[in-house]
């Protein structure tokens, strides 16, 4: 059987059964997904394993469903690594235009203090503190 003919034979409601999803998929910000996380206080010992992963600028870490970064300025910046947009754990940090966040999913990104910086969505990306006693890093809300 022809393609065309197969396609005929589907009708309209399997067409549309087949379609709906994509054409939906994503039409709107924050429906389902995984929850932005909330309550995060947690610390990295910056001389341990864990904590050498985030020795160069540009370095960042996934802990928590936070992205833990070391900038190319060399400070130390945290952001949710579930996207504001339909919360995805894909968010991770690279090095383009001085440093943002991006999440794969979807192309979303983001300034290093949140702000969307493309019109995947207008949800600023959740930050959260972060603060450096002696090889101490603390992250926090």
């Known amino acids: 059987m022809e393609r ?7 009708g309209a409601g399997a067409a549309f059964a087949l379609t709906f999803p ?21 610390t990295i010992d910056l001389t ?3 904590g050498a992963q985030l020795q160069n600028n540009g370095d960042f870490i996934l802990k928590n469903e936070v992205v833990v970064v070391k900038n190319l300025q060399g400070s130390f910046i945290a952001a949710s690594q579930i996207c504001s947009h339909q919360q995805t754990d894909q968010v991770r940090f690279i090095e383009n235009d001085g440093g943002i966040f991006e999440c794969s999913t979807h192309g979303s ?20 503190n972060t603060e450096l006693n002696g ?5 926090f809300e």
Request: hydrophobic share 30%.
């Open 22 to 42: 994509c054409v939906q998929g994503c039409s709107k910000d924050n429906e389902g997904g995984l929850p932005i996380p909330t309550g995060v206080d947690f």
């Open 135 to 139: 090889d101490i890093l603390r992250v």
């Open 109 to 128: 990104r983001f300034s290093q203090n949140g702000t969307p910086l493309n019109t995947i969505t207008t949800n600023p990306l959740k930050i959260f």
């Open 48 to 50: 341990s394993s864990e």
């Open 4 to 10: 065309k003919a197969f396609l005929r034979t589907l």
